[in-house]
């Protein structure tokens, strides 16, 4: 299965090695996940716990507003929603019971959350892919990118990109060299 995963990714062309390296098949089958591919990770409970105390906050002004508005529907609603600030503040002396209710429920729930580590979505030949991959990044063996066409992920020499960055960066043309730093007058 996985030689015939491999094989179609790279006539496919989804994976494209431009390097003197050679790339294992675990590699390929990685990286023909995508570079916008997210691998699940588990639930931070402070995030989750952040994330539902601004929910209610939002919650809770929408519930003090909408029992200010009169019953009519008003053309005029959202004429200052573009000059409104974001705060953390409450609504002062507002307390409704459903509200109040739903307010203790969820933060219980949330603090009584123990999240169970999230499945993979990776294989083992995809995380052990994974593996050599950053291991190759780290000891400047290989570059990836993406092409600027066709969405392919392009596998380089690290040299290369370093050595063509540099040259494009010391070309007078393309560049002129400042003799005052620019940043220096802001201080």
């Given at each position: 299965?996985?030689?015939?995963?491999?094989?179609?990714?790279?006539?496919?062309?989804?994976v494209?090695?431009?390097?003197?390296?050679?790339?294992?098949?675990i590699?390929?089958?990685?990286?023909?996940?995508?570079?916008?591919?997210?691998?699940?990770?588990?639930?931070?409970?402070?995030?989750?716990?952040?994330?539902?105390?601004?929910?209610?906050r939002?919650?809770?002004?929408?519930a003090?507003?909408?029992?200010?508005?009169?019953?009519?529907?008003?053309?005029?609603?959202?004429?200052?929603?573009?000059?409104?600030?974001?705060?953390?503040?409450?609504?002062?002396?507002?307390?409704h019971?459903?509200?109040?209710?739903?307010?203790?429920?969820l933060?219980?729930?949330?603090?009584?959350?123990?999240?169970?580590?999230?499945?993979?979505?990776?294989?083992?030949?995809?995380?052990?892919?994974?593996?050599?991959?950053?291991?190759?990044?780290?000891?400047?063996?290989i570059?990836?990118?993406?092409?600027?066409?066709?969405?392919?992920?392009?596998?380089?020499?690290?040299?290369?990109?370093?050595?063509?960055?540099?040259?494009?960066?010391?070309?007078?043309?393309?560049?002129?060299?400042?003799?005052?730093?620019?940043?220096?007058t802001?201080?």
């Amino acid at each position: 299965w996985m030689k015939n995963h491999v094989e179609q990714n790279i006539k496919g062309k989804l994976v494209i090695n431009l390097s003197s390296e050679e790339i294992p098949d675990i590699a390929y089958l990685y990286l023909s996940k995508g570079l916008n591919f997210v691998e699940s990770r588990p639930v931070s409970k402070e995030d989750l716990l952040f994330d539902i105390k601004e929910f209610l906050r939002k919650m809770e002004w929408k519930a003090y507003f909408h029992q200010m508005q009169p019953d009519e529907n008003s053309e005029t609603d959202d004429i200052h929603k573009d000059l409104r600030l974001r705060s953390r503040k409450h609504p002062q002396d507002y307390s409704h019971p459903l509200f109040d209710e739903i307010k203790t429920r969820l933060m219980g729930f949330i603090t009584n959350l123990n999240p169970d580590k999230p499945q993979s979505n990776l294989t083992d030949a995809e995380q052990r892919g994974k593996g050599w991959v950053l291991k190759s990044i780290r000891d400047h063996k290989i570059f990836i990118t993406s092409a600027d066409k066709g969405g392919a992920t392009l596998i380089l020499d690290y040299r290369t990109v370093l050595d063509t960055v540099k040259s494009e960066l010391e070309k007078d043309k393309k560049f002129t060299k400042k003799k005052k730093v620019p940043t220096a007058t802001l201080r």
